[in-house]
């Protein structure tokens, strides 16, 4: 219900983000909350929709009972709140701050006034709980003596775990790298998601609640799977779609250029206390940089190259600019393709679009100086470049956001011979794979995505793991079958 | 095989369903003296009632006529001679009895036969018989096809037995031989029927009109047929179907009305048989009466009705006592004796009302009366001549005498009774008839040493205490989800209210879910619709009545049982004290008994065997002498389910009342399952007494804890308001029946199942429509055990609360609707961007949703495909012609949003409707002109202009989100052009009452249809009904009503708002209703006289083709429309806070509209698109070829849903034939009579005034068969001058005589008349600037304001003039006037009512409940005795004195007129006495009314 003209009494109000001059000194998170009051205050502009289109398709895609713990923000009860939030989301610390939050544009007062702050209010109720102690360590009341293995500690995998773990199966998640998280802990700056703040306190809570983890060991690499089945009823596979887009061009074999993943893991990593080599090391500092590709990873390789002290950071995109508002060709409650400078960008990047990299330029040593692009202009789904516009691009560093292909192919998918699919991905019938017993969720299973998608999966499969350990029907909460708190 | 005359059941049609609604009269000498003379003088009296009957198909056949007159000795003597040469004995000892007799020669003389032994066996002798001669060659086919052979047969009494026994004998064997000959298996024998029997009176009946009467029995013709009382009746039945025992007069009684109770009623009565022993009746005559106890082979409503009137006056109560017990007024009256509030305490302890609305005139040969019930909605008016000639008839006017031999004329009031004692010869008042009755017997001190009031017992148990730790845990059990708390619970904790939603109902019906559903949900709620009218349980409340008892019954035909006590329950739910006080109970006669309705979760197939277990428990209990049994749910567990407490209710109820023993308990329910005031009501009407919710009270108490509801409430205080809520919210469904009181709603069963099983039904809910099969208890099971074990899970595994519901808004995981936030983008993508492929993958979405199955049609396929190339199909543009938009009206939904509609719907041709809330005349003759115009009840702006700028004039009977109710639109949604346009003040809230108050059945009706015939007769009159059970014969009824168009509405559909329960719980869907009604109008061989139109969430060209299928060739949209507009289904058009400027009249918010009509014509024009497409599959070329071809429909194959599986939709598809003289889709038009309307005369008189404003005056003849007198007059000027009219006078017309229905209907400026005699009801209705004078004849000689002038529901919906009536009117004066200044005598019951402009002057009485519902205008009432001021209904005004100057000018110039006009001296005196009879006004004045214009002043 919430106040029924809240959306006319109010206006809404964001988080207060600390300075540029500020934050840049820093690689912590640097956004301030707005007070309890203004929260509720802020709930209160949801409009109880009889069709509630951010709890929509186009909406959020865990199906976040959005207008009840709006609802009860707006009535000051949070603890409420909390629970009808957690019903559906494993994770609201992380998506709270990271996710590109759909249900805000497809929220029916975005229609034609700004929507409610959706995402604000998801990570206000998650600190609260933290804050307030209702989050606490919830093990299951008896186990199952069911045992699974889930390879992967992204968000998909943290979260199938989660879910097995509450029906009372002995779980363990395998990680390849030294700490859990996946892209969470590797792939999004500090900044954005405190690793130690955010993550770990939800990976220490996890493992109070029974989950056993096992960190540096890649699975189809270094042990083998069949020792994993051996000893599992069954196993997840959540690896992640890791197989970045190259850019194959003349001099590719420069040094300094690099996939943006190497470059984010280790300036994470860095801020975790872990250091490199300086062989191994990539940093930013005093370089001119040039990001290619123009989506969310090309801004946290940005951000972080900001930090570290570049000389100059260029993000260069071969679309165009996206247009600054809806379009007929993008209507509400679609997820619009507009453009919004994100905040990495907004610390002192140059932008440049519809630019095409022809070549990169390396010195006698082998590093990199440049680039050769050239400009184009689109035309349908295809390009042409303009005559005239070659111009070089000053580069010592060279970061490839430019997406991922699919999951890394030499690992469990090789030792399994995995069917995939036409993309690359891990091939299901639901969320099994072509061996039995063998489960996959996530961007190994679906392709790149966002992290609210990967809790989605991580939800939907563990119910179907869980049917396929007790062949009975599932107590956990899915999409299609959750109850949550009044 | 036997042969029925009745029509059988076929396909969705059952006669049971048929209504039946009449003219009813009687002419009576009051001294006795039988003359020749009353009798024609009845059939005269009849004759003209004839417009208040129907024809049929054929215009020769009538649903019934007859007359019931005392024996008329001399003529019997002579014809018994003449014919059968018998010689009788004297006046007294001998009995006629008159049969139909079968033509099947095997059936005639078995049947007589079987008349010759009952006699004999009952110790009486048959003398013989005569064959009563009748001319048959003015009767239509169908009728003479099942004409019976009328014999009379005669019975000597026998000499041992006084002529009261003899009459007795009598009764029996007539019972006996019916029930004889039903039993006899010989062919034919089914038209075998005793219309009298009795050595007192006899009667004459047949399927015949009026005039017939006299032609097919000569008998009545013969000068010395003598008698002094001739009761006649004229029937208008809703089908055309032979059936000549229902004519009318039966053997005591002839009804005007409808028993709306009728099904509790019967049960009732069959429970008390085994309790009925009487010293009158041998207990073998008593066997002999049960199998036709009280209803004789499918009787109507009120032929059981005189069954039981029979029954229990033979048994030795007087006439008037039984009527008075039967139909007893409103009794909670302060101004009523006690011992008369005794009297009918006394016997509600043992007799239900039979409630609805009834005019019933009865004689049982010495005296003669009528009665009328509480509400008063039927019209019944009296007269006495100086020669003691008495007429009572359903209008004034029937017989024309002389004004000068009036020495009496009055009207029935509700619940009163009009009684002639002709040995008395006189008349007796009601107030003595009925003190008379009260005081016969110690009542008072009966009541005093019987009644137990429940709250002076002490507590001798422990009330129920809220146990906290399992309160969700149960509520899971019983399936409660968040909305039940949020939607549900929460307001009614809150404010005692239940919550209002918006845009219909879109979610899957109960068997089509996916989830487990309450068995409640199955049940759909009944209504009233045109054959009965709903009421109003707030503005009229002192009618409703939720005091119930609970105890023993007794012998239904002693006067008193010493030895029984009775508990009186002030509401029937009772909280946990009153539940411990009822459990504790030990002194009296009292023991209670808990009978445990758990079953065994374990163990499959249980609830069955649990069902019978407690069924022989309750047995036993009730064998052992417990007076009150309580079924209970207490003592859930992981073991033990809970049987659903209403299938446990019904199987209770019902095997008591099959065991004879329903009426020596009460049946008091005490379970956690039920919240919603829907499951109240369904336990009620389904047979219990008495309810204790007590989950509902534990959870409000934990969301009292968890501040779900508000802090400042105690827990006693949110449980009273609940119980407050639930209250209010029964009586709003009792009402939209139009039942006022619990006891008589109790086991009436108004409901109509949809997917539940043959046998479950059978079983359990005997004699409840269900009528596409369904589930059943095994699927029930489930579902109860899918609820029970998710509160009782195997291993709880994460933290688990309620259900999320989605019934009321959409939610994830929660109930599918048929919108869902991705068709309704789809939808706005293809309209606006004109793409049909869009539109494509929105078809796709919401017929795919249907594979998910929400509606009925969802079940569906084509069959029969036949290609053709779609070249060969009609063209799009002529099939966007029959789409109309739905009735939203300006003011539930913008400006904006309402013009873009119309200049939608203009543009192709198509119709836009303005709802009823009027429409800007501004927009006449633009693009903006919406060519439906609708009439509501509310009848806002109803002006003769608003109505001839129409080209179709759409009656709004009911309306799919809540039929059977009356809207409100909030002060703050009416702003100054809202209000111009309904002719009221801005910021002062309007009230549409439930009923139309013109229409009370369906003679109302077609008399409404005539009216609007007459103020435009170009416009297509078209009749809005809602979904139900038995709606096919109520159109059938509106077909020979004359409507040209009928439109059946789905119950789902609807925009504006509603109460949660109607949305969700009341009507049925409109693929039943529609393939109802077109298989039944083509039974009746009248299909081809309607336009079918169909509409209820109606989205795709599939729906529009299946619409068609099922017998619709027009077809409306409305909530697709709005969404097309730009609607987003807030669902919070009640709030006023519509996001997208639709359904708001806020400002800021309509600037964001941002629809358009091509939106709007793109929708159009795709759904004609993809029906044409379907068009062209199936082989069809033209819609007219599609209509009604439900053979190219199959049910869906491969159906695997667990309880859709179940369902069977043959009675759906159902093929009637049609015999080859008549159409299956429109192709006549009707015949409305307008070329014999007095006006034709008049228009050319007034020819010249009208053409050239020349003022001319002429004088005329006035009868009471001059119906609707001037509407066509005013019409034909406005066309000309629009809203403006003519000047005063220019037309002015002094008329003599009696006015007949409708008189001055829809009069305009301009136009005057001026009438000396009387006038009939709904004078000057729709009153907009013209003046009406009415004043009685100057040589008269009764008191004028003591003596009804005037008819019922004068001025409703006036909108401006001025009247001055010098006399008494009847009840609900200037209801719904919004602006006329009328000057009165003095008035009956609910005057003002709903009033929201204009004056009123009142100069003598008032009757109850003045002023209710009143938000505007002023009345003032000359108070003379200061006594007046209680009788005023006080809920929404004040009751001030005249205190300025311009109110006194104001009072002061209208008596001024009044006086001039009518010459009254009333106030004449008045005015003489100026200064000391200003003081004694009472001036009526609205609150809200008063606030607003001291605004204005202020601002000012």
New interface residues.
Partial sequence: MGKITGFKDYKRKNFTLASVEERIKHYNEFTTPLTQEEMEEQGARCMDCGVPFCHSNYGCPVGNIIPQFNDQVYRGRWEDAFRTLMSTNNFPEFTGRVCPAPCETACVLGLNETAVGIKNIEYSIIEKAYKEGWMKPQPPKSRTGKSVAVVGSGPAGMAVANQLNKAGHNVTLYEKNSRIGGLVRYGIPNFKLDKQKVVQRRVDLMAKEGIKFVTDANIGVDISIAELQKDNDAVVITTGAGNPRDLPIENRDANGIHFAMEFLSQSNSRVEGESFSAKDEILATGKDVVVIGGGDTGSDCVGNSIRQGAKSVTQIELMPKSPDKRTDDMPWPTYPRVFKLSTSQAEGAELDFNVLSKSFIKDESGNVTGINCVRIEWEGRGFNEIAGTEFILKADLVLLAMGFLGPLQDDVIKELSLETDERSNIKTKGFATSVDGVFSAGDSRRGQSLVVWAIHEGRECAVEVDEFLMKRQSMLNCKSRAYCEE | MKLECYPCKEGLYDPEFEHDACGVGFVAHLKGEQSHNIVAKGLELLANLEHRGAVGAEKNSGDGAGILTQMPDSFMRRVAKEASNIELPPFGEYGVGVVFVPRDPDAYSETQSIVEQCIEELGQECLGWRRVPTINNSLGESVRATEPIVKQVFVKKADDIDTDAFERKLFVIRKYAQARVTASPIRGTGYFYMPSMSHKTISYKGQLITEQLPLYFPDLGDEDYESAIALVHSRFSTNTFPSWPLAQPFRYIAHNGEINTLRGNINWMKARQSLLHSNLFTKDELDKIYPFLINEAKGSDSSVLDNVIELLTLAGRKLPHVMTMMIPEAWRDDEMSEDRRAFYEYHATFMEPWDGPASVAFTDGKVVGATLDRNGLRPSRYFLTKDDILVMASEQGALEFPAEDIVLKGRLQPGKMFLADLEEGRIIPDEELKEQMATAYPYKEWVANQKINLDDLPMNEEPWQPNDETVKQRQ?CYGYT?ED??TVITPMANDAYEATG??GNDASLAVLSHHSINLYNYFHQLFAQVTNPPIDPIREELVMSLTSYIGSQGNLFQEVDEDRNFIKLSTPILDNRQIARLKGIDKFNFKTKSISILFDAKKEGDMKDAIERVKDEVSRAVADGYAVIILSTRGVSELLAPIPTLLATSAVHQHLIAEGTRTSCGLVIESAEPREIHHFATLIGFGANAINPFLAFETIEDMRT???IREDLTQDEAVSNYITAVGKGIFKIMSKMGISTIRSYTGAQIFEAVGLGEKLVEKYFKGTPSRIAGIEIDTLEKETLMCHS?AY????????????GGQ??????GEN?L????N??LL??ATK?GSYETFKQYTKTVDSVNDDFITLRGLLDFRGLNPIPIDEVEPVEGIMKRFATGAMSYGSISKEAHETLAIAMNSIGAKSNTGEGGEDSARFGTNKNSKIKQVASGRFGVTANYLVNAEELQIKLAQGAKPGEGGQLPGHKVDEVIGATRHSTPGVGLISPPPHHDIYSIEDLKQLIHDLKNANVNARINTKLVSEVGVGTIAAGVAKAYSDVILISGFDGGTGASPQTSIKHAGLPWELGLSETHQTLVKNGLRGRITLQTDGQLRSGRDVAIATLLGAEEWGIATSALIVEGC?????CH?N?C??GIATQDK??RA?YTGKPEHVVNFVRFLATELREVMAELGFRTINEMVGRVDKLKAREGVKHWKAKHLHLEKLLYRMYVREEDSKYKTMTQNHGIEDALDNELIKTMRDAIDNKTPIKTEIRLRNINRTVGTMLSAEMTRKYGEEGLPDDTIYIKANGTGGQSFGAFVNSGITFEIEGDANDYFGKGLCGGKLILYPPVNSTFEANETVILGNVAFYGATSGEAYIYGLAGERFCVRNSGANVVVGAVGDHGCEYMTGGRVVVLGEIGKNFGAGMSGGIAYIYDKDDNLSQRINGGMVDLDKIETIADEDEVRGMIENYVKYTGSKEGDEILENWESSKSKFIKVMPRDYKRVLQNQAEEK
């Avoid at chain 2, 919108?819 to 991705?822: D, Q």
């Avoid at chain 2, 987003?1128 to 919070?1132: A, C, F, L, S, Y």
Wanted: net charge positive; charged share 30%.
């Fill in positions: 899971k968040v708390l949020k918006s845009m968890k501040k779900l998710l899970p195997k291993d709880i595994v994460e933290s688990n609360g309620l259900g999320v009321y808004a959409y939610r994830q995981r609707h919108l869902s936030p991705e309704i983008f706005q993508q961007n987003i289904m807030m669902r919070k709030l806070t996001p997208v800021d918010l964001k």
